[in-house]
């Protein structure tokens, strides 16, 4: 078994890279084990680190050292394979997808992650990419993939990025027009956000499906209508905190396998905090898995749900 670190050092506020390292030796030294170490420099090299990895066919356990974007990029390049499991060694701003497990404490904290269990998460399909957590399109997804522009300002926490994108992409314009098909069903208009969730939480702590399950094969959808300027700061807080059902004129919620989104221009597609562009997005549920590890302390649990799909869109 061969423990792969791979570290975005322009994850967070700061390097943490001679910090992990540091703490990688000590593991090496106290428990015996085979580490490697890689550094990404660009873009993608996350990615292509962990698949040429996994390509090796041996068993493998690869850490995505950074924040959620870090976790993406190595679940885009280790799909299809079964012999790597990954897990979040966080260190981003948001470290979202871990919250769902409570709490991201144990997963800064190497130790803990040796010491770990594993489950079998879904993996999403969007376009030619993967995602594990959150696609979203639209206002929401502008506001997602601008987050990085001012996490580094001082003072600044993950949700407080969120809530000055937020403030900035309003001025620019909330709604656009969209064509969405899903359940055998097309709506045609103008949406402030379109989010499809896997996992339960984003945008460094929004949670605008509680329910959402990463191990139950459906995709968690919500529809938000036109939301005007002055309104949107008066719906943010309930779509935060998972209170979309208060909503009802606003929010439709479809639970789905697969949709589609048209627009008639290329628009900004939200992937885990990765920033794409194209004017037809095609969403869906796969049948692959992604192996996670995650410290036994924490006892992953996921809630059972029967497979049903939403009649109402």
């Known amino acids: 078994m061969t423990h792969l670190f791979i570290i975005n050092p322009t994850a967070g506020k700061y390097d943490r890279t ?63 394979f ?12 948001g470290n979202d997808f871990v919250r769902a497990f409570g709490t991201i404490e144990p997963f800064r904290d190497l130790n803990e992650l040796l010491d770990c269990e594993e489950a079998n998460f879904d993996l999403v399909r969007c376009n030619d990419d993967y995602a594990i957590n959150i696609c979203s399109v639209g206002f929401d997804a502008r506001i997602g993939t601008e987050v990085s522009a001012y996490k580094r300002l001082p003072l600044v926490s993950g949700p407080m990025a969120y809530v000055l994108s937020a403030m900035v992409n309003t001025v620019k314009g909330t709604t656009d027009n969209y064509v969405v098909t899903c359940n055998g069903k097309t709506v045609k208009g103008k949406q402030t956000m379109i989010c499809v969730c896997n996992g339960s939480f984003y945008g460094g702590g929004f949670n605008p499906v509680p329910e959402a399950n990463p191990c139950d094969g459906i995709l968690d959808v919500l529809l938000v209508g036109p939301v005007s300027r002055l309104k949107v700061l008066q719906v943010i807080g309930k779509y935060k905190n998972g209170r979309y059902k208060e909503l009802s004129d606003l929010a439709k919620h479809v639970r789905t396998r697969e949709l589609t989104i048209e627009c008639n221009h290329d628009t900004p597609v939200n992937l885990d905090g990765e920033l794409r562009m194209s004017r037809r997005i095609h969403i869906q549920m796969t049948d692959q898995k992604i192996r996670f590890f995650y410290p036994k302390s924490l006892h992953w649990t996921p809630g059972k749900r029967k497979f049903e799909v939403s009649e109402c869109i």
């Open 18 to 80: 001679e910090e992990i390292r540091e703490k990688v030796r000590q593991a090496q030294q106290e428990r015996g084990i085979e580490c490697h170490i890689a550094v990404s420099q660009k873009p993608g090299d996350c990615r292509r680190i962990a698949r040429k990895a996994a390509e090796s066919g041996e068993e493998l356990k690869i850490y995505a050292c950074g924040g959620d974007g870090t976790l993406n990029e190595v679940v885009n390049g280790v799909a299809g």
């Open 82 to 93: 079964p012999n790597v499991a990954v897990t979040h060694y966080a260190g981003g701003s």
